[in-house]
């Protein structure tokens, strides 16, 4: 069954169409969840609590196409992380003053890296770090979409990205001259 075709039955209330879009997406929203909270057990209460959602604002959705049903469906998951890594965790944004140097000193590593590398290097920011790190490179957050969704300033947010990046490389550079 293509996606429509379980959303339309979802909308009705069909077990077997719920089972279906859960075994085929609760593989990837568990690692979106993952890279936003760091812990398996956080991961999982946030996909659940996350398709409960998913499947009450199928009452309300329209269907366009395929990318942006799982668009729609991924920002429910992230919003549901951001929401327990907020009750369960002190997630410290540090104010700096708005400044272009964040935007205009990017900072990248050279080497070529394994997306199973480069997760693990984010599982090691600091709670701050990661979420901006997340929400602005991996979903493609704008920074003024970050500052709105965490209650924090632009500047902090692109403050956090330049702090998340330099970390990452410090972090790079280290295990690199180890291995």
């Known amino acids: 069954m293509n996606l429509q075709g379980i ?12 089972k279906a879009l859960f075994d085929k997406f609760s593989k990837v929203f568990l690692r979106l969840s993952f890279r936003y909270l760091n812990d398996k057990q956080f991961a999982e ?9 998913i499947f009450e604002g ?3 959705f329209e269907y366009q196409s395929d990318s942006q ?15 327990i890594l ?10 700096l003053p708005e400044d272009d140097f964040y935007e205009s000193n990017e900072i990248g590593i050279d080497e070529e890296l394994s997306g199973r590398e480069l997760l693990e290097m984010i ?10 790190f997340n929400m602005y490179v991996v979903e493609g957050f704008s920074h003024a979409e970050i ?12 403050s956090q990205l330049f702090k998340a990046k330099a970390y990452l490389k410090d972090f ?3 295990t690199r001259i180890t291995k």
């Open 7 to 18: 959303i339309n039955s979802c909308k009705v209330g069909d077990r077997k169409a719920q």
């Open 45 to 53: 209460d946030a996909c659940l609590e996350a398709f409960y959602l």
């Open 58 to 60: 199928f009452r309300k």
């Open 69 to 83: 049903t799982e668009s729609w469906m991924k920002r429910i998951v992230v919003n549901q992380s951001l929401k």
């Open 86 to 95: 907020r009750k369960n965790k002190t997630v410290l944004f540090q104010q």
């Open 123 to 132: 599982s090691v920011l600091p709670d701050g770090y990661r979420t901006i």
């Open 147 to 158: 500052s709105q969704i965490l209650n924090i300033s632009e500047g902090t947010s692109r």
């Open 172 to 174: 790079f550079e280290k």
